[in-house]
């Protein structure tokens, strides 16, 4: 299946530092979502988009939807310790297919 | 709200045999529920979505008549990993849509070990 180009693929930094990753794709997707998994456990939604150029927030975290519609980032900010985890968009398209990205692996260190 | 459970967590099997993995929203209808199967340190990868009712749409390259999908009540789908293989270990995850908004909710996700 598709994926969707996700970077960076590993960040390593100190806490308290602000986070930023990003995805993008070729074709354009209806909603963008964002996800973390810790290991050996499934991913845990963290934040929806419904709409081009929406920006939406939850507590440290920050994402927009691009005006494209190809592409979304997300912001962490103030990072902690308990934000080490990996980091996956995820889109879907039209035809209500979803899919994932490369994943970023965040480590922050104390 | 919006919790799924997968069933069992761990299996260990023999080569051969065959291994049913259930996933159940919880406290929500989930009329689409979609499984993934992950390699460490990898992405997920989408292998089939399933609506309540009907048959699963499979990714290309996903055998169907290897992980046979059952999607028959809006609260629980099945796959069965059948005459597994050792290249079939891996992790997998089922996620469920409910009947409102496009957001998947995530199972804990299945480590299928095939020995």
């Known amino acids: 299946g598709q994926q969707l180009n996700q970077s960076p693929q590993s960040m390593f930094i100190q806490e308290g530092e602000d986070v930023s990753m990003n995805c993008t794709s070729s074709?354009?997707?209806?909603?963008w979502l964002w996800y973390k998994q810790d290991p050996g456990e499934g991913p845990v939604l963290l934040i929806a988009?419904?709409?081009?150029?929406e920006l939406t927030s939850n507590g440290r975290l920050t994402a927009q939807f691009g005006i494209t519609r190809k592409d979304s980032f997300l912001n962490i900010s103030a990072s902690i310790p308990s934000d080490v985890g990996i980091y996956f968009c995820a889109g879907q398209n039209t035809g209500n297919q979803f899919y994932f990205g490369t994943g970023t692996s965040l480590t922050v260190i104390p | 709200g919006a919790v799924v459970s997968q069933h069992p967590s761990r299996v260990i099997c023999k080569s051969g045999t065959s291994v049913k993995i259930e996933c159940r929203s919880l406290d929500f209808q989930a009329t689409t529920m979609f499984w993934y199967r992950q390699f460490p340190k990898q992405s997920l990868m989408l292998m089939a979505t399933?609506?309540?009712?009907?048959?699963?749409?499979?990714e290309q390259g996903v055998e169907k008549d290897k992980f046979l999908i059952n999607h028959a009540s809006l609260t629980l789908s099945t796959l069965t990993v059948t005459s597994a293989h050792p290249e079939d270990s891996s992790f997998y995850i089922c996620?469920?849509?409910?009947?409102?908004?496009?957001?998947?909710?995530f199972g804990p996700g299945t480590r299928l070990t095939v020995l």
């Open positions: 074709s354009i997707f209806n909603t």
């Open positions: 399933s609506n309540e009712g009907s048959k699963a749409t499979y």
């Open positions: 988009l419904y709409k081009a150029g």
């Open positions: 996620s469920a849509r409910g009947t409102s908004g496009n957001e998947q909710f």
